[in-house]
């Protein structure tokens, strides 16, 4: 019998932050409460957010494409004195894992340039985008200068739409900064 080998220890970058990390879970979790929330009163839907003391948009819908053509609460931005969440909840209904089973490539279309992309989550992103622009030009508004990090997080189906969400936002931030000069 041979000694277990030994890992090697996580690597956490310089700039990691266990606290943020954690409001960041927490704003997930907050997600999913919010979808939870629709489930039983959707036709009457009016999200109370649960999550920690800040700032939140209305949801951010997105649609899924498969079987009926199905509006969900996907996201929401939230934001502090300084700091801007971006956050995203994961598969929740049978269309969300048929979008995440479209394992097909598709142009990036927010943004030109970034290559091919996962079709499902491009479709669900796509009909998000103008939503996700418009909650965080809205934080980033209301908080002008004092905006100093943007936190992009999701969990399973969310971190895929999350990470699409990232250009789109960034080339936002770039007109934000030069209608500024």
Known sequence: MSTPR?????????SFSLPDAVLCN???DTAYDMYAQWKKQPANFHW?????????SAPIWGAT??????LEPFAFVAYSQSNIYLVVRGSETDSDWLDDFDLSQTAYSPVSGFGKVHAGFMSIYASM???VLAAVNNALQKLGP???ALYVTGHSL????STLAVPDVIGLRIK??????
């Open 146 to 148: 004092n905006a100093k």
């Open 176 to 181: 934000a900064a030069t209608s500024v000069l």
């Open 65 to 70: 494409l498969w079987g009926n053509y199905l």
């Open 129 to 131: 985008s103008p939503a």
């Open 48 to 56: 109370k957010p649960k999550g920690p003391a800040l700032t939140y």
């Open 26 to 28: 927490e704003l997930v």
């Open 158 to 161: 969310g971190s895929g739409l």
């Open 6 to 14: 030994k890992s090697l220890p996580m690597y956490f970058p310089v």
